[in-house]
């Protein structure tokens, strides 16, 4: 990863695709990915692992089960962590463009293998 | 910490005085913090943990050694990771919020101890 500033939104800016999170910093034994997205990504979580969420642009809305605190809806500038093994879907009914950080060998979809699944070196490549 | 949104620029505005990080986040074993800064930091190292800064608001300077790749500035949106054992300092012209994220046992002023260094329980503290 380049030694230089990263403007997030000029990243998500390029992104190709929806929903198709990647690598543009490493900070420890975390990643920060962006992501671009819009309407709904599967419920899945991460056994060991918490997700930083913060929107750039948009509108996110995290569901967990109300036993879990329920719903959150995050706008620009706002962070939320989603905690380890809390089942959690991510939703956006505008386009919304979102920062994550996630120890390095988390899956995005946790478990679950979806259709939206992207391997780690797909998040990492150009 | 609180399970809900944070809004970092609010969490910036209620700091009481500049150079003072407050944490505000927990993800896996790394702090988020926010700060705000005006002025010139002392310069430091941190031997086994990257520093990540993201400007929420000003123009933020980060000092580096040429052979270390020489100063960045950033601003709002932008991130950037010092690297674990570069020595930096930071400063700003106009004040300036930024989060910055590290691994909870860094010490912000690394081992230099100066009248601007904070403990974690500082950090942790409303």
């Not at 309407?39 to 929107?55: K, R, T």
Request: with cysteine; net charge negative.
């Amino acid at each position: 990863m380049a030694d230089l500033p990263i403007t997030l939104a000029d990243a998500c800016a390029a992104l190709p695709e929806l929903w198709s999170p990647r690598v543009v910093a490493r900070v420890n034994d975390q990643y920060v990915k962006v992501a671009r997205v819009l309407g709904e990504f599967p419920w899945h979580a991460h056994a060991g692992e918490d997700e930083l969420f913060l929107v750039l642009k948009g509108c996110l809305t995290i569901g967990r089960a109300e036993a879990d605190g329920g719903p959150v809806s995050l706008l620009p500038g706002q962070v939320f962590v989603v905690r380890r093994g809390v089942r959690h879907n991510t939703s956006a009914t505008v386009e919304t463009w979102i920062a994550l950080i996630e120890t390095v060998t988390t899956k995005h979809t946790g478990e679950e293998l979806t259709p939206m699944t992207r391997s780690i070196e797909e998040q990492l490549s150009q």
